[in-house]
């Protein structure tokens, strides 16, 4: 079975299920749509917050990775730098 198959049964079940539950809830109707709002801000404040880390974290891990670039770059510069010095100083001598 595709695994896109298996996800769309789990999320077919999941939402048959909440359907179920709101149908028989022994709850006012605004109590549990009041419920259901709070729940998915509480899902959505979540899933924020989530995202927010991760894109913290590629950010953090590309700023590094640019500033380790830059350092290595300007080290080969320094290298070259003092290459095209000592072989200036070669040819003067000879």
């Given at each position: 079975?595709?695994?896109?198959?298996?996800?769309l049964g789990i999320l077919g079940a999941a939402a048959?299920?909440?359907f179920l539950g709101v149908l028989f809830a022994p709850?006012?109707?605004?109590?549990?749509?009041?419920?259901?709002?709070?729940?998915?801000?509480d899902y959505g404040d979540n899933l924020k917050g989530k995202?927010?880390?991760i894109?913290?974290?590629i950010s953090s891990n590309g700023k590094d990775i640019i500033d380790e670039g830059k350092a290595?770059?300007?080290q080969v510069?320094?290298?070259y730098n003092a290459i095209k010095d000592e072989a200036k100083t070669v040819k003067t001598n000879y």
């Open positions: 079975m595709k695994t896109s198959n298996t996800i048959a299920g909440a709850d006012k109707g605004s109590n549990t749509r009041k419920k259901i709002s709070d729940k998915s801000k995202v927010d880390g894109l913290s974290t290595k770059f300007n510069k320094e290298d």
